[in-house]
């Protein structure tokens, strides 16, 4: 499969396991721990993930910044691993639950997000244009978008097992303490603690006790308290798996680190077939970067709908949906491995359907092939909204109200949707990923690869509007302002085509 790239591109891919592990890990836990550890609502610990998402990607400019202007990329990519490994660190270190003073160890937790965002800035943005190099002539350049989706799929490989790792040390913990999972119980006991429990909800949460505990339990304070504890302290101890990870990938980076192309070291070239090394006039690089900031500025839109997985999809999962698969009870977050599986899974096939249309010279352009991923996308939000509507699911607050929900939707509805999320991604991230290596001036590539980041970044930022939709307005209508979203997305490319086809030719 890549026999017809670089033999660096593996090793890259492979150095960037880390990050993907440590990635997947905050996308599947990072609001569950927050709701768990703090007892903040969906909206808040919505807040906080956004946040902390705009700061992994705004950061990552910053990053290509950097590295652009001290033209040590190599060792900026370095020093990022670093700086995430030391993030993980922070919130891996188990603190007592209920927290003694709220806002301190939420400071403190706040802390360790931004340094792993941080690090991710250093990191991420100039890995791949390192990457891009490796395709910077005539022997590889035509194998560019294929190289970026095999990059994509390398790195996805680490990320299935995260959530996997992450559940597993989370629920091995919980027995350890002589406790089962239960999805609901966190924020029951939450509510328990500050009195704010419904009759009702009073109820499920009596009931939940007796089941997760074994046994009857007569002191309810005494068993929300420690099993808080047992739930966040097992949350802590899967942060510290991603510090394993980030040790992998350094010992691969480190190991090669001297056969890596250096973006610092590109050469100007005179083959006019080489479009990423002609010297370039100012009016055509002023033309490349307007071009990279239209296309920037059209897929916030999707980030904002994409990244909802981690958000409120996960939420999705934890209150609307069925837990149970063949015979088998599932954790929430184990959804989060459906997307990088799903990336592992299909990019050969999609690999295979580019190959075929260039066989035939029928391969649709980079900016077309990022508009038809917009539009998919578009559809995974359809079958989410009709799931939901059909389905006829309460609003959130009933559910809060009553402790639980106990006529649930079935899990394949995220399973498909997550299917046709993945497939739309594998249209959008490596491409644009491909599409600012081959579009941005060759100065310029470590900050125009920090602005793709950069226009995910503010995507990101917007995500909390969707925890305030999930909370406020009917679920099924949540789903459907992603998919006008997505369809404004796809739309804005389509007229801009032809122009961006130009400019990248």
């Not at 060792?75 to 188990?94: N, Q």
């Not at 808080?228 to 990870?245: E, K, M, W």
């Not at 609003?395 to 997550?418: N, R, S």
């Amino acid at each position: 499969m890549s026999k017809n790239h670089p033999k660096g591109l593996l090793a890259a891919a492979l150095a960037n396991m880390g990050e993907r592990f440590g990635f997947y890990t905050m996308m599947a836990i990072l609001v569950l721990f927050l709701q768990a550890k703090f007892g903040l609502n969906g909206k808040d610990a919505g807040l906080i993930y956004s946040v902390f998402y705009f700061s992994i990607y705004i950061l990552a400019f910053v990053g290509g910044l950097i590295a652009d202007k001290t033209k040590n990329y190599k060792g900026t990519i370095l020093t990022g691993l670093v700086i995430m490994a030391l993030g993980y660190l922070m919130i891996a270190i188990p603190t007592p639950t209920p927290v003694t003073n709220q806002a301190l160890f939420l400071t403190i937790t706040c802390i360790g997000l931004f340094t792993i965002a941080f690090g991710n800035g250093l990191f991420k943005g100039n890995l791949q244009a390192l990457v891009g190099q490796m395709y910077d002539n005539e022997t590889y350049s035509k194998m560019r978008d294929s190289g970026f989706s095999l990059f994509y799929m390398f790195i996805n490989v680490g990320a299935i097992f995260a959530p996997m790792a992450a559940v597993a040390v989370r629920n091995w913990w919980l027995g350890v303490c002589g406790f089962a999972y239960n999805v609901d119980l966190p924020a029951l006991c939450h509510s328990y603690l500050a009195n704010t429990l419904t009759p009702e909800a009073a109820e499920t949460y009596s009931q939940l006790a007796t089941s997760v505990s074994g046994g009857p339990v007569t002191d309810l304070t005494a068993f929300a308290n420690n099993y808080l504890n047992a739930f966040s302290t097992g949350f802590h101890y899967a942060f510290g798996v991603a510090i394993i990870a980030m040790f992998i990938s350094l010992v691969i980076y480190l190991v090669n680190k001297k056969a890596f192309p250096d973006p610092s070291q590109r050469q100007v070239k005179k083959s006019a077939t080489d479009t990423q090394t002609i010297e370039m006039d100012a009016t055509e690089v002023r033309q490349r970067i307007l071009a990279l900031f239209a296309v920037f500025g059209v897929v916030i839109f999707f980030w904002f709908s994409f990244h909802q997985n981690g958000l409120t999809l996960t939420y999705f999962a934890k209150e609307y949906t069925d837990l149970s698969l063949f015979g088998m009870n599932i954790s929430a977050e184990l959804f989060q491995s459906l997307n990088p599986f799903f990336v592992v899974a299909l990019t050969p096939l999609v690999m295979a359907i580019f190959a075929w249309q260039r066989q035939r010279g029928q391969e649709p352009s980079t900016s077309k092939k990022i508009a038809i991923g917009m539009g998919i996308a578009a559809f995974a939000y359809i079958v989410m909204a009709l799931g939901s509507y059909v389905a006829d699911l309460p609003l959130h607050k009933d559910i809060v109200e009553a402790g639980t929900f106990h006529v649930k939707v079935t899990p394949f509805l995220l399973m498909i949707t997550y299917f046709i999320l993945t497939v739309a991604e594998l249209y959008i991230s490596p491409l644009g990923i491909s599409f600012v290596s081959k579009v941005a001036p060759s100065k310029y590539q470590g900050i125009m690869q920090g602005g793709w980041l950069g226009a995910t970044a503010i995507g990101n930022q917007l995500l909390f509007i969707g925890a305030i939709l999930y909370e406020s307005i009917p679920i099924w209508m949540t789903w459907t302002v992603f998919v006008v979203a997505c369809l404004i997305s796809m739309c804005t490319m389509l007229v801009m085509l032809k122009w961006l086809e130009k400019i990248a030719k």
